[in-house]
Each structure stands twice: as structure tokens, then as C-alpha cells.
């Protein structure tokens, strides 16, 4: 091989690697992005079925004509499965925490990365009633919150 084959050959495999090395990064950037996403999408999921709850007989296992929302739990909703308690449940992309605390009328969940960590509860949405503007959100962004990529 000729030195200006070898030249070519190695600036080759120098272009081919930048280019491996910058989808790379591009790739996890959105996996990222696209985590944080899912686990506000879940949250959504979890809220909607808590004010569903509320709306329904008490008879077909809702709340509606219970004072508060102490008897809801992600069992009552519907989630037997990764629960690490009726309270607490933890998906691929977050860890989902409801709270009540008492006859109050409200139920609060907490939401973070999957580490499930009571320091990385960092987003609250208190639940006070089946309507749209029955929510209240609340974001505390601590200084280790990370999801993991």
C-alpha cells in the first residue's frame, strides 16, 4: 500500500468514529428528553385515574360519595403489578407516590426518577376534586434529580 492509501485509510476510520461518537450522543439526548416525558405522561395517567375514581359510585369501587380520598390507593386504581407498596408505585421511567392524610379533601402525588428515593420526590400535584381545574402542581427541583440515561 502506497503512503497516500494509508492516509486516506486512517483519515476514513478518524471521520467514520466522529460520526459514531456524535450519533451516539444525539441518541442519548433524546432518550433523556424522552424519559422526562414519560414520566409526566405517566403522572397524567395517574391523576386521571384518581379523578375518575372520584367520580364513580361507590358501588363500582369509586369514591364519589366518600368524603376525601382516603381509600384511594394504586390498588383501587387498577395497578397490581411493581407496586413496592399500595401507596407507592414504580415504573421503567418514574416512582409514583400517593399521599392523604386523613378526611381531607384532597391526594397528593408525588412523582421522580426511578430511584425512589424520598429525597427525589421532587414534582406534587395535589388532587382536590374531579374537574380540570382541581389540580395544583408544585415542581422543587433538588440538586441530585437526574433520570438515568
Not at 466522529?18 to 414519560?38: C, E, F, P, Q, W
Request: contains cysteine; positive net charge; hydrophobic residues 40%.
Amino acid at each position: 500500500m502506497g503512503q497516500q492509501q494509508l492516509l486516506f485509510l486512517v483519515f476514513g476510520i478518524v471521520v467514520v468514529g466522529a460520526i459514531v461518537v456524535v450519533g451516539a450522543y444525539v441518541l442519548k439526548d433524546g432518550k433523556t428528553s424522552n424519559d422526562r416525558v414519560m414520566v409526566f405522561q405517566e403522572a397524567l395517567q395517574v391523576v386521571g385515574e384518581v379523578q375518575a375514581w372520584k367520580k364513580k359510585p361507590v358501588l363500582l369501587g369509586g369514591g364519589a360519595g366518600v368524603r376525601g380520598f382516603r381509600n384511594v390507593t394504586f390498588k383501587t386504581l387498577g395497578y397490581p403489578h411493581t407496586l413496592l407498596s399500595n401507596r407507592v408505585y414504580k415504573t421503567e421511567y418514574g416512582c409514583y407516590m400517593l399521599r392523604t392524610t386523613g378526611d381531607e379533601p384532597h391526594v397528593e402525588l408525588s412523582f421522580s426518577a426511578p430511584s425512589c428515593s424520598l429525597s427525589d420526590f421532587v414534582t406534587r400535584v395535589t388532587v382536590r376534586g374531579p374537574g380540570p381545574g382541581d389540580l395544583d402542581w408544585q415542581h422543587t427541583p433538588p440538586k441530585t434529580f437526574q433520570i438515568p440515561r
